[in-house]
């Protein structure tokens, strides 16, 4: 992807990882050169918000710990669809609360449909990617939101 910057045209690498489990060994191994993870979810889709909670992020946080990563919502053109009003879409307010609570560096929303936030996506990536690298407390944000939850057995 081209990122034009004023004069400048930079390139970033996207690597899309697949999802499903048989892809797990495969997919870590492309992690090692990650600079920015951008976990992306559908909005129309309320399991897909959960698997970032319950996969994703302890997926990222085992193999890359100290690397940003923000949360992209997508799909954000079925959010006020009549395809199927019984779906439980997520808002953009728990998309940003979460995010915050999570540690991501932002919280963005998208459609490929119509193009609406795409731009802001890769260009977060970028910029999240090139920036200096600061001790992050990415890692530490998560444990303690999840420490935080009440669990019965």
Known sequence: V????????????????????????????A????????VCFSVYDSDSFE????????????????TPFFIVGTHTDLRHSVV???ND??????????AKKW????YLECSSIDGTGLDEVFRLAYKTAVSPKKK??????FKDAV???TMIF
């Open 84 to 86: 199927d009003i019984t």
């Open 51 to 66: 698997n970032v909670k319950l996969k994703w992020i302890p997926e990222i946080r085992q193999f890359k710990p100290d």
């Open 136 to 141: 992050r407390q990415t890692w530490k944000s």
């Open 2 to 29: 081209d990122i034009k910057e004023g004069e400048n045209t930079h390139q970033l690498s996207v690597l899309d990882t697949a999802g499903q489990e048989t892809y797990d060994r495969l997919r870590t191994l």
């Open 103 to 106: 540690g991501a560096v932002k």
């Open 147 to 149: 420490k935080r939850r």
């Open 89 to 98: 879409c997520v808002s953009t307010a728990r998309g940003k609360k979460c």
């Open 31 to 38: 992690y090692s050169d990650t600079d920015v993870f951008v």
